[in-house]
C-alpha cells in the first residue's frame, strides 16, 4: 500500500507540492488567458460564453499544474541516488487514491455538463425586435430584411436584440462574428437561429466557420453596427434604391 504522509517529512513534501502546485496553476492560469485569442465582446450573448471559457483555462491551468508539478517533483526530489542500491519500495495501488481521482473528475464533469447547458441558455437567449435572414452559400452571404430589402452586407442597430435566420442553399455552413461570440451552424434544408444584441458599434467580420469548399476561406461579409438613426436611414435609403430598380424595369 502507498502510505499516506504520516511523518512530519512526509508531510512537508505534500505541502511543498501543494504551494508548488498553487503557484504554477495562478501563473498558468494568468499566462494563457493572456495568450489566448479571445476578441473584444460586443455582444450581450458573449459575455455567459467568456466566463465559460475562462473557468475552464483555470481548471486546465490547475490539472496540468497537479500533474506535472507532482510528476516533476517526484522525478527530482526522489531520484536515485549515487551509491544508492536499494530497491525501491513495493506497493500496489491506493483504493482511497483511485475511489478519488475517478469520483472528483466524474463530479466536475457533472459539473461542468450543468454549467455548459445555463450558458447555452444564456447565449441563446434574446428577443427579436430586428429579424433579418442570412443566406450563406458557397461562397458568399446575402441578407434579406422582412420588408424585402435584400443586401450584401448586414446592417444591425446596436443594443436592439436581434435575431438572425440562417439558412444554407447547398451544404452546411457557420455563420460567426468572433466580436460577438456565438457560432451557429446553417444546415440545407432547415432554418437554424441565432439571438444577438450588439453592445458595440463598428464593422466587423462575418466568416464562415465550417469547411465548405475549396473558396471557404473566402466566404466572408461584413456586419456594421450602428445606432437606431442610422440604421432607419441606410434601411430608407435601400427601400428607395429598390423601388428605383423595381419602377425602372
Ligand atoms: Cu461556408
Request: with cysteine; proline share 4%; hydrophobic share 50%.
Amino acid at each position: 500500500m502507498l502510505k499516506l504522509p504520516q511523518s512530519s517529512t512526509d508531510r512537508k513534501h505534500f505541502v511543498i507540492v501543494g504551494a508548488l502546485v498553487l503557484i504554477t496553476t495562478i501563473v498558468l492560469g494568468f499566462f494563457l488567458l493572456a495568450i489566448l485569442p479571445v476578441k473584444a465582446q460586443h455582444s450581450v450573448q458573449a459575455e455567459p460564453i467568456r466566463w465559460l471559457f475562462q473557468l475552464h483555462i483555470w481548471l486546465i491551468a490547475f490539472l496540468f499544474s497537479l500533474v506535472s508539478v507532482f510528476m516533476l517533483y517526484s522525478l527530482f526530489v526522489f531520484r536515485k541516488r549515487k551509491g544508492d542500491e536499494s530497491e525501491g519500495e513495493h506497493f500496489e495501488g491506493n483504493t482511497a487514491l483511485e475511489i478519488a481521482w475517478t469520483v472528483v473528475p466524474l463530479v466536475l464533469v457533472v459539473i461542468f455538463a450543468f454549467i455548459g447547458i445555463q450558458t447555452l441558455r444564456d447565449a441563446t437567449a434574446g428577443g427579436d425586435d430586428v429579424r433579418v435572414e442570412a443566406v450563406g452559400f458557397q461562397w458568399s452571404w446575402t441578407f434579406n430584411y422582412p420588408n424585402g430589402v435584400t443586401a450584401a452586407e448586414m446592417v444591425l442597430p446596436v443594443n436592439k436584440p436581434a435575431e438572425i435566420s440562417l439558412r444554407a442553399t447547398d451544404v452546411i455552413h457557420s455563420f460567426w462574428v468572433a466580436e460577438w461570440g456565438p457560432k451557429q451552424d446553417l444546415v440545407p434544408g432547415m432554418t437554424t437561429r441565432m439571438k444577438i444584441t450588439p453592445t458595440k458599434e463598428g464593422e466587423f467580420k462575418i466568416v464562415c466557420a465550417e469547411l465548405c469548399g475549396l473558396s471557404h476561406w473566402s466566404m466572408l461579409a461584413t456586419v456594421r453596427v450602428v445606432s437606431e438613426d442610422e440604421y432607419i436611414a441606410w434601411m430608407d435609403q435601400k427601400i428607395a434604391e429598390q423601388n428605383l430598380q423595381t419602377a425602372s424595369r
